[in-house]
């Protein structure tokens, strides 16, 4: 009996573990969200539709261009 109860603690506190992990991701993706919208002026939602549409055009410059990148992964992180 012992056994099971020990080996069921060990799970729980794995599991905990994760779901701790999990939630400091999702805290970290929501703060960069709100970064990328304070800097750029508009909702994540609002970007995405306009930059995944092309009525945001890709921009020449690699630097903006790697940002609105990256930008579209925190968002289709969160959205899966």
Known sequence: MQFIVCSSLVLMVGILKVTI????????VLEELKRFEERFGMSSE???RKWTSGEIPEP???HLL???LTWQD?????RN
Do not use: W
């Open 60 to 62: 020449a410059d690699p």
């Open 74 to 78: 925190l968002i289709e992180e969160l």
């Open 46 to 48: 609002e970007f995405y």
């Open 66 to 68: 790697a940002e609105y």
């Open 21 to 28: 992990k999990l939630l400091e991701r999702f805290r970290f």
